[in-house]
């Protein structure tokens, strides 16, 4: 049994990207590639590779979907990277897989871009096929079973359980880097099967997930990073960081923070596209390192989280952390009209923010990343009309009346989750909306409350999913 999956531990993460011949363009240059990585990995490892890499393309599809799919991909390296075979048959096979793409009964993963890149021809429609992607889980949803679930499913088929585990674990985790799940998904197989025929099967797994709870760690800390980079995109990610830290140590400086904030983008942006082996695993170990160094001495939790060795374990840690108490500073100096329209204008205007997130600690991911979207188109078009001056101030009146009341509302809520029990939260908040809509029929109240509480318990955390609470905002 154990060696039905133990050529798994064998594959480098080198091969994931394979240089093509020199000379080779267009549809030489794809054929060439895929044949490359198929003669090198061999069919097996090349199935397994196409299950992990399309389970996270398409990480809504079916399994059966994903097995359709995996079938057609191999079967045309399989036919088209033999000795001898015809040049055009990669072509061949590749639009004929695009015409089944496009057929009302298609068994490939739906999408809603499908229609789109349907009405297109030949190359267009292939490459525009290609691209298209899955947004990710909002949460992820793998849950392991267990022990003696994962072996009575193992010894019914090997094949079977590693390609229901590969699609599992890979749609679930979509965005974290394609090393670090091969990394992860590779490791967790080996246990299995070393665990499984083990004449002490408890002992064994207790050790071998002690051995994995370092890329476990990191796999999830990928996929929630990357997750964010994808829906925010570098200057995005950098603000959300900086308020993030500004919430759970609101005494350190924008000098201090906006550092270590920058340096946590350009980790996203290096790595959750990378194929090289450790890049998410060194990079961020080396900012964790940056983060401890510059935070351990101003707050005694930073301190706390960073006096572990294992410094995955740390970074988890500080990312788990909730806000600081309201600090009570004064209130801050607002940049003027001048300095935003300035050329440093974008910084003047993060600034802002960050001295607002620091001052409502409470205040959650989605909402900062709203206010950030919406100052920076704010201050754009104010800054480019014929007075700019009058259109700044005439926009400040409208947040000061209509903005902070529902920040400090959305504060209060956040704040209070943290805080409090989830029934005692729940019992806070009927009697706040009661006493805000007293008109309110008792079926209103108890959708209001279930709104609100839906809201609190999904976004007031620190790894809320950014897509889904931008959309409940």
């Known amino acids: 049994i154990k060696q039905s999956v133990v050529w798994w531990q064998s594959i480098p993460c080198s091969l994931l990207t394979i240089p093509p011949s020199p000379g080779l363009s267009g549809k030489a240059y794809v054929r060439e590639k895929v044949c490359q990585e198929y003669r090198m990995l061999g069919k097996e490892n090349f199935r397994t590779l196409t299950i992990l890499a399309n389970s996270r393309k398409y990480s809504n599809g079916t399994f059966e979907e994903i097995s359709h799919l995996v ?41 809603p871009g499908t229609a789109e890149c349907c009405a297109q021809q030949g190359l267009e429609r292939k490459l525009c096929l290609a691209a298209l992607r899955h947004p990710p889980q909002p949460l992820p949803r793998y849950l392991q079973p267990s022990d003696k679930e994962l072996c ?15 699609y599992e674990y890979a749609s679930s985790y979509s965005q974290a880097p394609l090393p670090v799940l091969l990394g992860s998904t590779r490791t967790f197989l080996s246990m299995v099967s070393t665990c499984c025929i083990s004449s002490a099967p408890t002992a064994c797994f207790l050790k071998e997930k002690l051995d994995r709870k370092t890329l476990s760690l990191l796999t999830l800390t990928s996929n929630r990073i990357c997750s964010r980079f994808s829906a925010y995109g570098k200057d995005k990610v950098s603000f959300s960081y900086l308020a993030s830290l500004a919430q759970k140590v609101p005494t350190a400086s924008f000098e201090d923070l906006l550092p270590l904030a920058e340096d946590a983008a ?3 942006s290096q790595c959750c596209d990378s194929v090289a082996e450790d890049c998410m695993q060194k990079k961020l170990l080396e900012h964790t390192a940056k983060v401890c160094t510059a935070l351990s001495a101003r707050d005694s939790r930073f301190a706390d989280c960073c006096t572990g060795k294992n410094l995955m374990e740390n970074h988890f840690c500080i990312l788990a952390m909730l806000p600081a108490p309201d600090p009570k500073l004064p209130e801050a100096p607002e940049p003027t009209n001048k300095e935003l329209c300035g050329k440093d204008g974008a910084l003047h205007a ?4 960050f001295e607002l997130a620091r001052r409502h600690p409470s205040l959650p991911d989605a909402i900062l990343a709203k206010l950030y979207d919406s100052s920076g188109k704010l201050w754009g078009k104010c800054c480019s009309t014929k007075d700019p001056s009058a259109c700044l101030d005439s926009k400040r009146k409208q947040m000061e009346a209509e903005l902070l009341p529902f920040l400090e509302k959305a504060s209060q809520l956040c704040g209070q989750y943290n805080e409090l029990s989830f029934l005692e939260f729940k019992k806070r908040l009927r009697e ?8 309110a029929s008792p079926a209103r109240l108890e959708q209001l409350l279930e709104q609100r509480a839906s809201f609190a318990s999904t976004c007031c955390l620190p790894d809320a999913p950014p897509l889904l609470c931008a959309s409940k905002v």
Not at 152 to 166: H, K, Q, S
Not at 432 to 439: G, M
Request: hydrophobic share 30%; proline share 7%; with cysteine.
């Open 432 to 439: 706040s909306l009661a006493q805000e809509q007293p008109e």
């Open 350 to 353: 993060t600034r802002s923010l």
């Open 266 to 268: 350009e980790v996203s």
């Open 152 to 166: 009575r499913a193992f010894r019914r088929d090997p094949r079977e359980f590693a390609d229901r585990f590969l």
């Open 71 to 111: 079938r057609e991909i191999v079967s045309l390296a399989e036919t088209c990277c033999a000795d001898g075979a015809d040049p055009s048959c990669y072509d061949a096979g590749s639009t004929a897989l695009s015409v089944k793409s496009c057929s009302a009964d298609s068994p490939f993963p739906a999408h």
